[in-house]
């Protein structure tokens, strides 16, 4: 018996000290202690067998290897997988699984980094002893410190720990580097000479860093000059633009630079200092020296490397002073035919006053007054600040009078005497000390203002008996002027007018079939009299307007709420609200008619007002306003939809089957989709606000027979597609979202919850490098679409583009997508609403063919993506330089690369789309990746 438990106990140890082995073993390589939970013995957290890392406790930490730079040449694998906690308290998070490591100085400055991180955590260095240790750093995004001040010889710890409260498996892999020495413009005394440019091209920077830089001891305007290095440049005029940019650093914070130019010596006058990197410097002396410092803002060690450029401006335009004014033709027509060019670029201060923003940078422009009022227009804006102002003025250059200012791109002057010259000056709205806007402005004459232009013409308007607008009356704001009736909403400059008389103590106003160049209107009620009190100011151009009295009359302004001229006509109804609604209870519901085709060719009229509750309680909001319909199925499957309404207000659509008093909901508010019905069955439909608050709504119901949905309903039954097929001519269609369903995919970036959307696919063909797509071709019976790009194979598609539409077109078009010969792509068609349903074409044709170059740029590989957190590239040419973009357009991740493979840690990004900039020796690619 002895010998049997003897040998029991000898393989026990055996295999608890192979495990043992084994566990050292896994600790030292590459990440692969998750291996463990294979074994038959593992049991979790809860097992018996010890699997913490070798270094979960702070006297056991590991020791780092110190790299002679900052290329990670030697790294040290690490795992959180089983750590515990150490009992000290962590900075972010819970450090319930920390693991230590430790180094000893060989320099006052060195950076820790994590790298090849699998899921998110803190990084804390620490100073002192195991048993009293003092954080002096930490991190959780990025996951990489700078550190100074440190001694040489002395222990640094560094622990690093998980975020969350739950255990995890998290794999790292830890450096230690030490920077390079100090730039050798360190000081002032070693200033780099820049060359000037004399233009503002840029044709020739200089490289610098502030990578290892020392303070000079010079004190700064702002921000922190504590790692400052210096140039120098001889002026070449009174007036430089010096840009910084290329900015390339691992932080943010070393993203933010600040520029300072001294005059004549290092510990000269500060002549300017500057947060933005690209600036404007004036009033210099030509041929004298001046020297510039760069540094990063905060007080941060960053590796900022940067590109330097100083320019010279062009000098001002000719009509920089009133004195110079360009005359400008006037047009007797309403349209100019000859605009004249502008610039404001290298533009100065008149001096002279000015109504509207910051005049600072005005070029002036003279007419002769054709008529008593004028057209103005600036088109053709561009330039780094396209928000212009311009002002009117009258008189004589250095005695002139303001006669009108606008914060617009147009506007109408009027009040003008035929015969005399006018002036008008162009200007940035806002403080641009360097704008290189151009423009082209012209001078029209506008037609005759409407009949109804004052108040004292009010138009009288007929009252219809119900809310239907069977009588409505027709307008434009076109060519109106100002009545110089203040307002409460918008500018008032082109109101027309109108009166009724009301026939009830409520009625109903709506703008209606609004057709021009804007649809945003503010509509007002006047009490009694032109210039009376508003008793209702309202940009929604639908509304109720209550505790009117019977029989008075009541006058009525209508104007575009910007101070911008327009082309606008309109319709406009005043309608009487009902006292009750003929559909408020199921017994009187309102038979539907049943498209059968699919589309909404008969539509019900109904409204809200008046209604009141039914008794029948609701899961989707407040049915104290509700509307009954009913309708005979004519299939297994209708859809219902809210086709028009005169307000923004939410309602609620529900479909009962049984009897008034005995239902049974059976339809679901997330599609607009009604199955499993009974051919003959007669089913009801009420309507309904969400809100509790009484409610005006009128609105259009539609009912129509469930199609059968296309072949390329799904991802999987794409149409393939043969790029440059030459197909849509106007006549032919290869689509239809006619009876599609919503695919379960996620919703693209610019489709707002796609109900309809249906599927195609092509493989590029040999020599293309880049595609568009189009659905904006005639001949479709559907007017609205949003397209999207993926790339990737159905389950696992990856979004590269999405567009609303083309243009002044509501269809769609990519242009000059990215693509990989031989590989396959698809393309989703959605119409912009629910309503946006019927044929269309879509056609896939060649952007551009791939040179020798494209060759070699089409070599970029970035994988996974989507990517949880860390993102992987590669490229056959060597990569300089990555920067990451949001939606907005705000940088968020740079690094430099200067290899053929890069890895970047994105687990500090939040959820979403993003955009890849890389940069490599022969190209500049842009790719989107989406972040999970």
């Given at each position: 018996?002895?010998?049997?438990?003897?040998?029991?106990?000898l393989?026990s140890?055996?295999y608890?000290?192979?495990?043992?082995s084994?566990l050292?073993?896994?600790?030292?390589?590459?990440?692969?202690?998750?291996a463990?939970?294979?074994?038959?013995?593992?049991?979790?957290?809860?097992?018996?067998?010890?699997?913490?890392?070798t270094n979960?406790?702070?006297?056991?930490?590991?020791?780092?290897?110190?790299n002679?730079?900052?290329?990670?040449?030697?790294?040290t694998p690490?795992?959180?997988?089983e750590?515990?906690?150490s009992?000290i308290e962590?900075?972010?998070?819970?450090?319930?699984?920390d693991?230590?490591?430790?180094?000893?100085?060989?320099n006052?400055?060195?950076k820790?980094?994590?790298?090849n991180?699998?899921?998110?955590v803190v990084?804390?260095?620490m100073?002192?002893?195991?048993?009293?240790?003092n954080?002096?750093?930490?991190?959780?995004?990025?996951?990489?410190?700078?550190?100074?001040n440190l001694?040489?010889?002395t222990?640094?710890?560094?622990r690093?720990?998980?975020?969350s409260?739950?255990?995890?498996?998290?794999?790292?892999?830890?450096c230690?580097?030490t920077?390079p020495g100090p730039?050798?413009?360190d000081d002032?005394?070693n200033?780099?000479?820049?060359?000037?440019?004399t233009?503002?091209?840029?044709g020739t920077?200089?490289?610098?860093?502030?990578?290892s830089?020392t303070?000079s001891?010079i004190?700064?305007?702002?921000?922190q000059?504590?790692d400052?290095v210096w140039f120098?440049?001889?002026?070449?005029?009174?007036?430089h633009?010096?840009?910084?940019n290329?900015?390339?650093?691992?932080t943010?914070?070393?993203?933010?630079?600040?520029?300072e130019?001294?005059?004549?010596?290092c510990?000269?006058?500060l002549v300017?200092?500057?947060?933005?990197e690209?600036f404007?410097v004036s009033?210099?002396?030509?041929e004298?020296?001046?020297?510039?410092?760069?540094?990063s803002?905060?007080?941060?060690?960053?590796?900022?490397t940067?590109d330097?450029?100083?320019?010279t401006?062009?000098?001002?335009p000719?009509?920089?002073?009133c004195?110079?004014?360009?005359?400008?033709?006037?047009?007797q027509?309403?349209?100019c035919?000859?605009?004249?060019?502008?610039?404001?670029?290298?533009?100065?201060d008149?001096?002279v006053?000015?109504?509207?923003?910051?005049?600072?940078d005005?070029?002036?422009y003279s007419?002769?007054?054709l008529?008593?009022?004028h057209?103005?227009?600036?088109?053709?804006?561009?330039?780094?600040?396209?928000?212009?102002?311009?002002?009117?003025?009258?008189?004589i250059?250095?005695?002139?009078n303001?006669?009108?200012?606008?914060?617009?791109?147009?506007?109408?002057v009027?009040e003008?005497?035929?015969?005399?010259t006018?002036?008008?000056?162009v200007?940035?709205?806002?403080?641009n000390?360097?704008?290189?806007?151009?423009?082209s402005?012209?001078i029209s004459?506008?037609g005759?203002?409407?009949v109804?232009?004052?108040?004292d013409?009010?138009?009288e308007?007929?009252?219809?008996?119900?809310?239907?607008c069977?009588?409505?009356?027709?307008?434009?704001?076109?060519?109106?002027?100002?009545s110089d009736?203040?307002?409460?909403?918008?500018?008032p400059d082109?109101?027309?007018?109108y009166?009724?008389?009301?026939?009830?103590?409520t009625q109903k106003v709506?703008?209606?079939?609004i057709?021009?160049?804007?649809?945003?209107?503010v509509?007002?009620?006047?009490d009694s009299?032109?210039?009376?009190?508003?008793?209702?100011?309202s940009?929604?151009q639908?509304?109720?307007v209550?505790e009117?009295?019977v029989?008075?009359e009541y006058?009525?302004?209508?104007?575009?709420?910007?101070?911008?001229f327009?082309?606008?006509?309109?319709?406009?109804c005043?309608g009487t609200?009902?006292?009750?609604?003929?559909?408020?209870?199921?017994?009187d519901?309102?038979?539907?008619?049943?498209n059968?085709n699919g589309l909404c060719?008969?539509?019900?009229?109904s409204?809200?007002?008046?209604?009141?509750?039914?008794?029948?309680?609701?899961?989707q909001?407040?049915?104290?306003?509700d509307?009954?319909?009913?309708?005979?199925?004519?299939?297994?499957?209708?859809?219902?939809l809210?086709?028009?309404?005169?307000?923004?207000?939410?309602?609620?659509?529900e479909v009962?089957?049984g009897?008034?008093g005995?239902?049974?909901?059976?339809?679901?508010?997330?599609?607009?989709?009604?199955?499993?019905?009974e051919?003959g069955?007669?089913?009801?439909?009420?309507v309904?606000?969400?809100?509790?608050?009484p409610?005006?709504t009128?609105?259009?119901?539609?009912?129509?027979?469930?199609?059968?949905?296309p072949?390329n309903d799904?991802c999987?039954?794409a149409?393939?597609?043969?790029?440059?097929a030459?197909?849509c001519?106007?006549?032919?269609?290869n689509?239809t979202?006619?009876?599609?369903?919503?695919?379960?995919?996620?919703?693209?970036?610019?489709?707002?919850d796609?109900?309809?959307?249906?599927w195609f696919?092509?493989?590029?063909?040999a020599?293309?490098?880049s595609?568009?797509?189009?659905?904006?071709?005639?001949?479709a019976?559907?007017?609205?679409?949003?397209?999207?790009?993926?790339?990737?194979?159905?389950g696992?598609?990856?979004?590269?583009?999405?567009?609303?539409?083309?243009g002044?077109?509501?269809?769609?078009?990519?242009?000059?997508?990215?693509v990989?010969?031989?590989?396959?792509?698809?393309?989703?068609?959605?119409?912009?609403?629910?309503?946006?349903?019927?044929?269309?074409c879509l056609?896939v044709?060649?952007?551009?063919?791939?040179?020798?170059?494209d060759?070699e740029k089409?070599?970029?590989?970035?994988?996974?993506?989507?990517?949880?957190?860390?993102?992987?590239?590669?490229?056959?040419?060597?990569?300089r330089?990555?920067?990451?973009?949001n939606?907005?357009?705000?940088?968020?991740v740079a690094k430099?690369?200067?290899a053929?493979?890069a890895?970047?840690d994105?687990s500090q990004?939040?959820t979403g789309a993003?955009l890849?900039?890389i940069?490599s020796?022969?190209?500049?690619q842009?790719?989107?990746?989406i972040?999970e």
């Amino acid at each position: 018996m002895k010998t049997k438990l003897f040998l029991i106990g000898l393989l026990s140890f055996l295999y608890v000290s192979s495990q043992e082995s084994r566990l050292v073993e896994v600790q030292d390589s590459d990440k692969e202690a998750l291996a463990l939970k294979d074994t038959p013995f593992y049991d979790g957290r809860n097992s018996n067998l010890d699997l913490a890392p070798t270094n979960d406790e702070c006297d056991t930490a590991i020791e780092l290897t110190i790299n002679n730079d900052y290329s990670c040449g030697t790294v040290t694998p690490g795992t959180l997988f089983e750590a515990t906690d150490s009992g000290i308290e962590g900075e972010i998070g819970t450090a319930n699984d920390d693991v230590w490591f430790f180094f000893i100085a060989t320099n006052e400055m060195h950076k820790v980094s994590l790298e090849n991180v699998q899921g998110s955590v803190v990084m804390e260095l620490m100073s002192g002893t195991c048993s009293n240790l003092n954080v002096i750093a930490f991190t959780s995004s990025p996951t990489m410190l700078v550190v100074g001040n440190l001694e040489v010889g002395t222990p640094y710890y560094v622990r690093v720990y998980s975020s969350s409260d739950e255990p995890q498996e998290t794999t790292f892999d830890i450096c230690v580097g030490t920077p390079p020495g100090p730039p050798s413009n360190d000081d002032c005394a070693n200033a780099i000479p820049l060359t000037v440019n004399t233009d503002y091209l840029c044709g020739t920077v200089t490289g610098g860093t502030i990578h290892s830089a020392t303070d000079s001891g010079i004190e700064a305007d702002f921000g922190q000059a504590d790692d400052d290095v210096w140039f120098s440049f001889t002026a070449l005029a009174s007036t430089h633009k010096i840009q910084v940019n290329n900015i390339v650093a691992s932080t943010w914070q070393g993203m933010d630079l600040a520029i300072e130019v001294f005059a004549a010596e290092c510990t000269g006058n500060l002549v300017v200092s500057s947060d933005p990197e690209t600036f404007i410097v004036s009033n210099l002396v030509p041929e004298t020296v001046y020297y510039v410092r760069v540094y990063s803002f905060y007080d941060y060690i960053v590796d900022t490397t940067f590109d330097i450029c100083i320019g010279t401006p062009p000098p001002p335009p000719a009509n920089d002073e009133c004195s110079g004014a360009v005359a400008l033709t006037v047009s007797q027509a309403v349209f100019c035919s000859s605009p004249t060019s502008g610039t404001l670029q290298s533009a100065t201060d008149s001096g002279v006053e000015w109504q509207e923003g910051n005049a600072d940078d005005d070029v002036w422009y003279s007419f002769v007054a054709l008529s008593t009022s004028h057209l103005i227009f600036l088109q053709n804006i561009q330039g780094n600040d396209t928000d212009l102002a311009f002002e009117v003025l009258g008189g004589i250059c250095g005695e002139q009078n303001s006669v009108q200012g606008f914060y617009a791109n147009n506007g109408i002057v009027d009040e003008l005497e035929i015969g005399n010259t006018y002036y008008v000056r162009v200007y940035t709205y806002y403080d641009n000390p360097n704008p290189n806007t151009i423009f082209s402005i012209c001078i029209s004459t506008p037609g005759p203002p409407p009949v109804n232009d004052q108040c004292d013409a009010a138009i009288e308007l007929t009252v219809n008996e119900d809310y239907n607008c069977q009588s409505i009356t027709s307008g434009t704001i076109t060519f109106a002027t100002d009545s110089d009736i203040e307002t409460n909403t918008g500018n008032p400059d082109d109101d027309v007018w109108y009166r009724f008389t009301a026939l009830s103590d409520t009625q109903k106003v709506s703008l209606l079939n609004i057709v021009g160049t804007t649809s945003d209107f503010v509509i007002e009620i006047f009490d009694s009299e032109c210039g009376g009190e508003i008793i209702v100011s309202s940009d929604p151009q639908t509304f109720v307007v209550d505790e009117l009295f019977v029989g008075s009359e009541y006058f009525l302004r209508v104007f575009t709420y910007s101070s911008e001229f327009h082309f606008a006509n309109f319709d406009i109804c005043i309608g009487t609200m009902p006292q009750s609604q003929p559909n408020d209870e199921c017994e009187d519901a309102i038979p539907l008619t049943v498209n059968t085709n699919g589309l909404c060719e008969v539509t019900t009229t109904s409204s809200l007002a008046a209604a009141t509750y039914s008794g029948i309680e609701s899961e989707q909001g407040s049915p104290d306003d509700d509307v009954w319909f009913s309708f005979v199925a004519t299939g297994t499957s209708h859809k219902l939809l809210i086709t028009e309404q005169d307000d923004f207000e939410t309602l609620s659509i529900e479909v009962f089957d049984g009897t008034c008093g005995e239902f049974i909901l059976i339809s679901n508010p997330e599609s607009p989709f009604v199955d499993d019905l009974e051919i003959g069955t007669t089913y009801y439909v009420r309507v309904f606000s969400f809100s509790q608050e009484p409610v005006n709504t009128t609105f259009g119901i539609c009912l129509t027979q469930r199609q059968v949905a296309p072949v390329n309903d799904e991802c999987e039954g794409a149409v393939t597609l043969t790029v440059d097929a030459d197909y849509c001519n106007g006549v032919l269609n290869n689509g239809t979202n006619l009876g599609s369903t919503g695919s379960d995919w996620d919703s693209s970036i610019c489709m707002n919850d796609p109900q309809n959307d249906v599927w195609f696919s092509f493989t590029v063909p040999a020599n293309v490098a880049s595609v568009n797509i189009s659905t904006n071709f005639t001949g479709a019976s559907i007017s609205n679409t949003i397209i999207a790009l993926y790339n990737g194979a159905c389950g696992n598609l990856t979004e590269m583009e999405c567009n609303d539409n083309d243009g002044n077109s509501a269809m769609s078009t990519i242009e000059g997508a990215e693509v990989n010969v031989g590989e396959t792509y698809y393309v989703r068609v959605v119409g912009y609403s629910q309503l946006d349903e019927g044929n269309f074409c879509l056609e896939v044709t060649t952007n551009e063919n791939l040179s020798k170059d494209d060759f070699e740029k089409n070599t970029l590989k970035a994988y996974p993506n989507p990517v949880k957190n860390l993102l992987n590239l590669s490229n056959a040419s060597e990569i300089r330089d990555v920067a990451i973009f949001n939606l907005l357009g705000q940088e968020v991740v740079a690094k430099a690369v200067n290899a053929n493979n890069a890895q970047l840690d994105l687990s500090q990004l939040t959820t979403g789309a993003y955009l890849v900039k890389i940069s490599s020796d022969n190209a500049i690619q842009t790719i989107k990746i989406i972040k999970e």
